[in-house]
């Protein structure tokens, strides 16, 4: 997982849906691949953020899978945003 210094509240959030998006295997994932979205949710300090997951592939289609998570307080402080990333290695569960 990598990370960069960011808003506190937001890289917790960040983080935990990164471990929520990651806890898919990457079997189900590479169905799906390349896939995102977007939807709102409350931070744990309970502001109201925008919360984006991205499912890509890393290198070429079928490796490894990149996940990316950013939490942000909207779209006009996207660049803002906490971002959290990790790789689901082909045939982990």
């Not at 960011?6 to 169905?31: F, G, N, Y």
């Not at 979205?37 to 290198?59: I, M, S, T």
Request: hydrophobic share 35%; proline share 5%.
């Amino acid at each position: 997982m990598t990370t960069t210094p960011q808003d506190p509240d937001l890289l917790a959030m960040a983080e935990d849906e990164l471990s929520r998006a990651c806890s898919i295997s990457w079997r189900e994932l590479s169905k799906v691949t390349p896939w995102g979205d977007v939807f709102e949710g409350v931070a744990p300090g309970g502001r109201y953020v925008d919360v984006e997951r991205n499912y890509l592939w890393a290198e070429q289609p079928g490796g490894d899978i990149l996940v990316e998570v950013v939490v942000s307080g909207g779209t006009s402080r996207y660049e803002h945003g906490a971002r959290a990333s990790r790789i689901i290695k082909k045939g982990t569960a």
